[in-house]
């Protein structure tokens, strides 16, 4: 079990100034007397929130400026009160609408619920949502809708200058996910065009600044009456939080294994300390399952005394009867110990949580455009982070949070904050998405952090590549604006307008709806083996995708029963959100003039079809190798057909894979079986013969 430093022993508790941020969360007076969801009352509840003394400022700012930049601790109540306050103050009278995007697709759902239960109205009226591949909005009835950046840029396709918003409100922007970068520098052109226009800007205190500077200097403009236009100098409205005091531990020794000491810090905070439900903060859906099972097991061994533990996970993928759960009351004399994501960190609001465990680690996404692998790694995360992650804990008394890092690696080697992810993320459906937007010179956009020229480059070359680009950089006609039509990524959509003309489309829109969702398997720990017995029963010898075809087939003829799944090791919900997805690429598909056709068993075009996408990430087997050694085409990188694929240890001569994951090896996941010379057939433009001689198990016969 790890130790921890205790407030008030020898070695002292760290309190930071506010440039080092603070750790401690002060309570303001009106939150000492009631946490959030002890009164029936939803008018009292929506009174106690600490925005509402600012309600009148708020309203009078974004009344007089053009930008407002709201300053707050997440539980303050800014995400689900100022879309309400903006409504009563009439700013989506007229047919007009109030944006409110989230980073995450999770909190658009949860906070949209939330609020149409406060305004007392079904949700998918007055107010809505919008996710990749689920709408849940009413055409002239919603009011407030709730959305991801992503939609909202996807929205921008079809409206440039996003007319029928009066406001929008960018929530989570010290997030700075790519989306978040993207509009906010759309946004910031577009008011220049509609000086009406209001943005409200909800950060953390480190990004407030550097986003009211970049919305800064804009010219003013004035109406066409007397009246002048909003000005145009961003103010700034700090809102304290709902915090009471938290008490930071830190571990003594570095932990060599965060996940067994997280799993051993639940345990003794839930047999030695009063009632309060615990947040624990792990990397990844694999971590969370583990640590689930590890406690399951240890709660079985609990005295009735220790009361009951209730251990549930949360990350993004998680069915919607779960997330409900989760963000539900705790049962009285129960313990919640929710086991989640960086998810918790600032997008949602869960009451309740009286103690943090925070390893220290989040998984997060970095490209190398050199090798052009785009990993999820376990890294350290910031200062930043780590103070969000404690503030958690004191929103409805006085809370603990549990560092599993020392003292010394927080003061001195911690990051002060994150790397946003535009400058480590892949930029190929960013550079789509303005190129589609009209905005031909990239690299002169006005960007919040620039990304690196080496990704940009990379970026433009993939879609060159895919005839997506022309000669001048601008978007090819029709491919270019098809495959920017599509909410996928591109070289799948690639795949998609290929598959239109080998007439197998019914069967991509299958495999790109799979591809769209995290994984249609469920993984149990301890029972690999018969997962992979399961998987078996499905496998094809063509490799994933048209296994995946299968798993859709035998699911279908079940009558999308759930208890097929569960016998075929398939996540249920998962396929669920398959059929949702495919339901909506069929629409897209046909919107876009597609004959949607079936191949029924002539397999060999679904294969070229995916060819025609992937040509790019084509490997050949190394000849004499005896560990299943690939080189690919364009790069000769050395990698491996992942553990999990179907082709593992099939080894087939030649491939084209999905995605690399870089772990102690290049691994491709979701891999199927090509022939060599359909790279010539679809990608003309990309290889050439060298020979006439008929293809070899060598690369020599190309160039690339």
Not at 328 to 345: C, D, F, H, L, Q
Not at 403 to 424: C, D, F, H, W
Not at 490 to 506: F, Q, R, T, V, Y
């Amino acid at each position: 079990m790890a130790k921890f430093w205790k407030p008030g022993t020898e070695k002292p508790r760290l309190v930071e100034d506010e440039d080092g941020g603070v750790v401690f969360f002060y309570s303001s007076s009106s939150s000492s007397s009631s946490g959030f969801g002890y009164s029936n009352n939803i008018e009292s509840q929506r009174r106690r929130l600490p925005v509402y003394k600012l309600k009148d400022a708020i309203l009078f700012l974004v009344e007089n400026h053009a930008t407002t930049v709201v300053v707050g601790e997440t539980g303050s109540g800014k995400t689900t009160q100022i879309p309400q306050y903006l409504n009563e103050a009439g700013w989506a009278d007229g047919g007009h609408v109030i944006a409110c995007t989230q980073p995450r697709r999770l909190a658009v759902q949860s906070v949209a619920l939330r609020v149409a239960e406060e305004m007392g109205v079904r949700l998918g009226e007055e107010v809505g949502y919008v996710i990749r591949f689920e709408d849940v909005t009413t055409l002239g009835v919603t009011r407030i809708k709730f959305l991801t950046d992503g939609v909202l840029l996807r929205e921008m396709m079809d409206d440039p200058l996003l007319s029928k918003y009066s406001v929008i409100m960018i929530d989570e922007a010290h997030e700075r996910s790519i989306s978040t970068d993207i509009v906010l520098g759309l946004l910031k052109k577009i008011q220049r065009r509609r000086p009406e226009l209001r943005l409200v800007i909800s950060s953390a205190t480190i990004e407030a600044k550097s986003i009211a500077s970049f919305f800064r200097g804009s010219k003013k403009h004035r109406g066409t009456g007397d009246k002048l236009e909003p000005n145009t100098e961003p103010a700034i409205i700090s809102v304290e939080g709902r915090g009471f005091n938290v008490e930071i531990n830190y571990v003594q020794e570095p932990v060599s294994d965060y996940l067994r000491a997280a799993v051993s810090t639940v345990i003794m905070i839930h047999k030695q300390k009063t009632v309060g439900d615990i947040l624990v903060f792990l990397t990844g859906q694999d971590d969370i399952e583990a640590a689930v099972q590890l406690l399951n097991e240890e709660a079985q061994s609990f005295d009735k005394s220790t009361g009951e533990l209730l251990v549930l996970r949360l990350y993004s993928g998680l069915p919607r009867t779960e997330q409900d759960f989760v963000l539900s009351p705790t049962p009285r004399g129960k313990r919640k110990a929710i086991i989640s994501t960086n998810i918790a960190e600032t997008s949602l609001t869960l009451e309740g949580i009286v103690y943090v465990v925070d390893s220290g680690f989040s998984k997060q996404r970095f490209y190398d455009p050199m090798s052009d692998i785009e990993n999820l790694v376990v890294a350290p995360i910031s200062r930043a982070s780590a103070r969000q992650r404690a503030g958690r804990a004191g929103r409805v008394r006085p809370g603990k949070c549990y560092r599993l890092y020392t003292e010394e690696y927080y003061v001195n080697k911690m990051s002060a904050e994150g790397i946003p992810e535009m400058q480590r993320s892949t930029l190929v459906s960013c550079v789509i998405q303005l190129k589609a937007l009209g905005i031909d010179n990239i690299l002169g956009f006005d960007w919040l952090a620039s990304p690196s020229p080496e990704a940009m480059i990379r970026a433009l070359e993939v879609l060159y590549s895919l005839n997506v680009l022309d000669d001048d950089a601008k978007l090819t006609s029709p491919t270019g604006f098809q495959v920017a039509e599509i909410p996928l990524d591109p070289m799948l959509s690639k795949a998609i307008l290929a598959s239109n003309e080998l007439g197998c489309s019914e069967e991509m829109l299958t495999i790109a709806a799979v591809l769209s969702v995290q994984s249609i398997w469920i993984s149990v720990r301890g029972a690999q083996k018969q997962l992979d017995e399961a998987k078996l029963r499905f496998a094809a010898a063509e490799g994933d995708h048209v296994t995946f075809l299968n798993v859709y087939k035998g699911f279908l003829q079940s009558g999308k029963s759930s208890k097929w799944c569960q016998k075929h090791f398939v996540n249920y919900h998962a396929m669920k959100k398959v059929l949702e997805a495919r339901e909506q690429l069929n629409r897209t598909a046909q919107r876009l003039g597609m004959m949607l056709k079936s191949c029924d068993r002539d397999i060999q075009a679904v294969r070229k079809a995916i060819t025609a996408g992937f040509f790019a990430n084509a490997c050949h087997l190394e000849a004499y190798s005896h560990e299943g050694k690939y080189k690919t085409v364009r790069t000769s990188q050395d990698v491996y057909i992942h553990p999990s694929s179907v082709l593992f240890r099939v080894n087939p001569k030649w491939v084209v894979y999905h995605s690399l994951v870089s772990t102690d090896r290049r691994y491709m996941r979701n891999v199927v079986k090509i022939d060599p010379s359909w790279l010539v057939e679809v990608a003309p433009h990309f290889f050439q013969f060298l020979e006439t001689s008929k293809l070899s198990n060598s690369t020599s016969d190309f160039a690339v």
